[in-house]
């Protein structure tokens, strides 16, 4: 009988273990009350488990807080009294009792007695207790007694007068608090199945580095979030990582520069068993202490950079594999939870991305985030946004276009950046800057209709809220229609564009003042309309907000080029160079400079400012020029240039000049990968360097030498228009009118509304005798640009030689009317 009352006693205990084990606190209950029915000698024993299941019991269902206090009060009294019978003799013999007083602590801490829990854990020696090997349920009751412990001693009482006691008790809070969380880790690594923290534990571990950083031991903090996440991952701490890292990233990018960052220490690796040959990958310090990861290929940032961006990424796939799929209403508070964490961790990542120039790592991590984030708002906001930001901005050198190449990489980034905040437009009904990125966007691919009408929208959402983006909601409306009049044929479209371009450019710069670029565009239009006066106030303001601003510069060097605008060369040099000095590594500010000293210096000083321009582009043949005049404008309707030669762009007056860049590209690719190795990434902007030389020495008369540099043009890039037009002025010097007429037309060929070949055309014409021809040339030349005097010039010739002296004094005399608001240079 003794020998079966004993077996019964032991399945009794073993089925208790088990139950605490899991939690399963109402079997642990009714098992106690058996034991105690069954073995009386067992009863201190049975008063324990009944007074923890209760206890825990009442915990899982409400936990520990301040709102809950007067509850505990009220329901946790039978607990109580159990937990205090087991304290007696009795239970110290049965060695119940101090774990009895622990769980005591715990419950007085529910009721809001931190005096009294912290008695209680007085009485159990809690600061004495021996670090040894521990079962599974007593870890958990250790660690949320020194938890406790902190919070209690952070909750009671106000702060002491002696600064000796204030910070031992500071000391002694913490010290407790990072017990607490090393002992949370080993638990949850030890536990075989899936265990919660729960509310106290968590906060116990979150709240050591906190109370660092208040006491100024930022590194402290640091190296205590590094020990915690370096602990090896269990089921249960997947939720928990991810706060820890997300808060670690977050202090490194708020309190830590390069300066006084510390690289964590690598962890060395286990001794080697020599008899099984294998390696663990991880250790312990101790029986209280978490195995930690070390191996001898553990990656271990080198700077707060690789540091920050590991956690992030580290962070940001925890949260994209616990996300929640389900679209049932079940699941929809974990769906809601999962979203937000993984929208923090996007948010984060933002940062430290475009910080560093990572913008295509975030444009993955937010296209990943999409199959967890159907219809919200921010998360595809912020995908748009960084597909406009990722997809690279075109290059925008002094004289040619300034769209994406289709089917580039350039080009299929901008398209999928204006897809995406087509889809996110809708999401956000109200979101004014979302559709002036996507009006950017469409306007550096060409797309001027999608981008009007994207800006459009937001004008109206701004306009109906008086929001801060009024001023350049209207400015991007103003771009747009600058640039529709630009590329339109019909001229009733033409002088509406610029009457509502001109319109919202006035309302910009009266909204805003001091925004320099509203100024640059308001500038640029009252040129295009010829008010030049009008264009140098605005220019003055321009360069008044910024004073570094390249395309005021470049406007300023263009006005005082003109010939109404009388001496004023030294101030268009002085431009110039000025320009020169702020963009020292641009190739702008060397064409313009170039062509100012050919007309006020001398031919010899552009000739050496030509060569300068070309050793720039060779030193940077493995780069890419230096773009801030552009970049800073916006990248739009400024860099819409198409060559060197034209006094007005050839590119802005017919929407076919695009096709012909794309044509005359297409053509020297599949020329050059032919014939010869690819071209060099400069190769364009070297072969108009070429041509410009080519050009100042046809003005010096120096033929020969103009034609060796055409050819070095035509070598790299063999089918332009530019090539072959400047290969014409060539034959034109030299009185070869045939070879010269040929070359026009092949530049027309490929570009068909270049406005210089056209007009060159009906020159060689008209000294080939051919006057009708000539004469239809020009007319055409003059369509398309009404205000170029050289054209009506050279118009005015062909009808006095066809004997029509009325129509060829009209043509003289608006060329005499032009002439003087002509720049010297191309705009």
């Known amino acids: 009988m003794t020998s079966r009352s004993k077996n019964a006693v032991r399945s009794y205990e073993t089925e208790i273990e088990k139950s605490r084990?899991?939690?399963?606190?109402?079997?642990?209950?009714?098992?106690?009350?058996?034991?105690?029915?069954?073995?009386?000698?067992?009863?201190?024993?049975?008063?324990?488990?009944?007074?923890?299941?209760?206890?825990?019991?009442?915990?899982?269902?409400?936990?520990?807080?301040?709102?809950?206090?007067?509850?505990?009060?009220?329901?946790?009294?039978?607990?109580?009294?159990?937990?205090?019978?087991?304290?007696?003799?009795a239970g110290k013999r049965a060695g119940v009792a101090l774990d009895a007083h622990l769980l005591l602590g715990k419950l007085h801490y529910a009721c809001g007695s931190y005096d009294e829990a912290l008695k209680q854990f007085n009485l159990a020696e809690l600061n004495t207790l021996t670090e040894k090997e521990l079962p599974v349920r007593s870890l958990r009751i250790v660690a949320e007694s020194y938890a406790i412990k902190g919070l209690c001693l952070e909750l009671s009482g106000a702060p002491t007068s002696s600064r000796y006691k204030q910070a031992e008790k500071d000391n002694e809070m913490i010290r407790s608090f990072e017990l607490a969380s090393e002992l949370t880790l080993l638990y949850l690594q030890r536990s075989s199945s899936v265990t919660h923290a729960g509310p106290t534990l968590e906060t116990a571990l979150q709240r050591v580095p906190i109370l660092h950083i208040r006491a100024g031991r930022l590194h402290s903090a640091i190296d205590r979030y590094r020990d915690m996440l370096t602990a090896v991952e269990s089921v249960s701490t997947q939720a928990l990582r991810l706060?820890?890292?997300?808060?670690?990233?977050?202090?490194?990018?708020?309190?830590?520069?390069?300066?006084?960052?510390?690289?964590?220490?690598?962890?060395?690796?286990?001794?080697?068993?020599?008899?099984?040959?294998?390696?663990?990958?991880?250790?312990?310090?101790?029986?209280?202490?978490?195995?930690?990861?070390?191996?001898?290929?553990?990656?271990?940032?080198?700077?707060?950079?690789?540091?920050?961006?590991?956690?992030?990424?580290?962070?940001?796939?925890?949260?994209?594999?616990?996300?929640?799929?389900?679209?049932?209403?079940?699941?929809?508070?974990?769906?809601?939870?999962?979203?937000?964490?993984?929208?923090?961790?996007?948010?984060?990542?933002?940062?430290?991305a475009l910080r560093w120039g990572q913008r295509a790592l975030l444009l993955e991590s937010l296209e990943r985030a999409m199959k967890f984030s159907f219809g919200d708002a921010h998360v595809w906001r912020q995908r748009?946004?960084?597909?406009?930001?990722?997809?690279?901005?075109?290059?925008?050198?002094?004289?040619?276009?300034?769209?994406?190449?289709?089917?580039?990489?350039?080009?299929?980034?901008?398209?999928?950046?204006?897809?995406?905040?087509?889809?996110?437009?809708?999401?956000?009904?109200?979101?004014?800057?979302?559709?002036?990125?996507?009006?950017?966007?469409?306007?550096?691919?060409?797309?001027?209709?999608?981008?009007?009408?994207?800006?459009?929208?937001?004008?109206?959402?701004?306009?109906?809220?008086?929001?801060?983006?009024?001023?350049?909601?209207?400015?991007?409306?103003?771009?747009?229609?600058?640039?529709?009049?630009?590329?339109?044929?019909?001229?009733?479209?033409?002088?509406?564009?610029?009457?509502?371009?001109?319109?919202?450019?006035?309302?910009?710069?009266?909204?805003?003042?001091?925004?320099?670029?509203?100024?640059?565009?308001?500038?640029?239009?009252?040129?295009?309309?010829?008010?030049?006066?009008?264009?140098?106030?605005?220019?003055?303001?321009?360069?008044?907000?910024?004073?570094?601003?390249?395309?005021?510069?470049?406007?300023?060097?263009?006005?005082?080029?003109?010939?109404?605008?009388?001496?004023?060369?030294?101030?268009?040099?002085?431009?110039?160079?000025?320009?020169?000095?702020?963009?020292?590594?641009?190739?702008?500010?060397?064409?313009?400079?170039?062509?100012?000293?050919?007309?006020?210096?001398?031919?010899?000083?552009a000739l050496a400012t030509g060569k300068e321009l070309l050793t720039l582009l060779n030193s940077n043949e493995e780069g890419s020029i230096e773009q801030n005049g552009y970049a800073e404008l916006d990248a739009l309707s400024d860099s819409l240039h198409d060559d060197t030669h034209s006094v007005r762009d050839a590119a802005s007056v017919r929407a076919e000049s695009a096709g012909a860049y794309r044509a005359m590209r297409a053509l020297s690719d599949a020329a050059s990968s032919a014939s010869c190795p690819r071209r060099a990434p400069l190769s364009a902007q070297r072969a108009r360097a070429w041509l410009l030389l080519a050009d100042l020495c046809l003005r010096l008369d120096r033929v020969s030498a103009a034609a060796g540099c055409v050819s070095e043009a035509a070598a790299l890039m063999p089918f332009s228009h530019l090539v072959m037009y400047t290969r014409g002025l060539v034959h034109?010097?030299?009185?070869?009118?045939?070879?010269?007429?040929?070359?026009?037309?092949?530049?027309?060929?490929?570009?068909?509304?270049?406005?210089?070949?056209?007009?060159?055309?009906?020159?060689?014409?008209?000294?080939?005798?051919?006057?009708?021809?000539?004469?239809?040339?020009?007319?055409?030349?003059?369509?398309?640009?009404?205000?170029?005097?050289?054209?009506?010039?050279?118009?005015?010739?062909?009808?006095?030689?066809?004997?029509?002296?009325?129509?060829?004094?009209?043509?003289?005399?608006?060329?005499?009317?032009?002439?003087p608001q002509a720049p010297a240079l191309p705009l």
């Open 21 to 89: 084990e899991d939690s399963n606190w109402k079997k642990a209950v009714d098992l106690a009350q058996q034991l105690k029915t069954r073995s009386p000698q067992h009863e201190s024993l049975a008063h324990f488990l009944i007074g923890e299941g209760k206890l825990e019991a009442y915990l899982a269902e409400w936990p520990p807080t301040k709102e809950n206090i007067e509850r505990a009060q009220r329901e946790l009294s039978e607990a109580r009294g159990y937990l205090t019978l087991a304290t007696d003799e």
């Open 243 to 352: 706060t820890l890292t997300r808060q670690l990233a977050e202090v490194l990018m708020r309190g830590v520069s390069g300066q006084v960052y510390k690289p964590p220490e690598q962890l060395p690796a286990p001794a080697q068993n020599t008899l099984s040959r294998r390696r663990e990958e991880h250790m312990s310090e101790g029986p209280w202490k978490p195995k930690k990861y070390a191996s001898i290929n553990q990656f271990v940032p080198r700077n707060v950079y690789e540091e920050v961006v590991l956690l992030l990424l580290v962070g940001e796939a925890m949260a994209v594999r616990g996300a929640v799929l389900s679209q049932s209403a079940e699941f929809e508070a974990a769906r809601a939870h999962s979203l937000r964490a993984a929208v923090a961790v996007g948010d984060l990542l933002a940062l430290p």
């Open 384 to 605: 748009a946004l960084a597909a406009a930001a990722a997809a690279p901005a075109p290059a925008a050198p002094a004289h040619h276009q300034h769209h994406y190449a289709q089917g580039s990489s350039a080009w299929n980034a901008a398209v999928r950046a204006r897809a995406v905040c087509r889809r996110a437009a809708p999401l956000a009904p109200r979101d004014a800057p979302l559709r002036l990125v996507a009006a950017n966007t469409c306007y550096q691919m060409g797309w001027i209709e999608d981008g009007i009408e994207l800006a459009q929208q937001a004008l109206e959402i701004e306009d109906s809220a008086e929001g801060p983006m009024l001023a350049r909601a209207c400015l991007y409306c103003g771009i747009g229609h600058q640039m529709k009049a630009q590329k339109t044929n019909s001229r009733i479209e033409k002088d509406a564009a610029n009457a509502t371009c001109l319109k919202l450019l006035l309302r910009a710069v009266e909204l805003d003042d001091n925004d320099h670029v509203a100024f640059y565009y308001l500038a640029r239009q009252y040129m295009h309309l010829g008010m030049l006066n009008e264009a140098m106030d605005a220019t003055r303001a321009c360069l008044g907000a910024r004073a570094d601003c390249g395309g005021g510069l470049r406007l300023c060097t263009a006005l005082w080029s003109c010939a109404c605008a009388g001496a004023r060369g030294v101030r268009a040099l002085a431009a110039a160079r000025l320009a020169r000095q702020h963009y020292p590594q641009a190739d702008w500010p060397l064409w313009s400079l170039a062509a100012l000293q050919l007309l006020w210096e001398s031919g010899e000083a």
């Open 732 to 819: 034109a010097a030299s009185s070869e009118w045939e070879e010269a007429r040929q070359c026009f037309q092949n530049a027309l060929a490929i570009h068909p509304t270049h406005l210089d070949s056209i007009v060159q055309l009906g020159a060689a014409y008209y000294n080939l005798g051919w006057l009708r021809l000539a004469e239809k040339c020009l007319r055409e030349a003059a369509q398309l640009e009404p205000a170029r005097a050289d054209t009506w010039r050279r118009l005015a010739l062909v009808l006095a030689a066809l004997g029509e002296p009325a129509a060829a004094a009209d043509c003289a005399a608006a060329a005499l009317v032009l002439q």
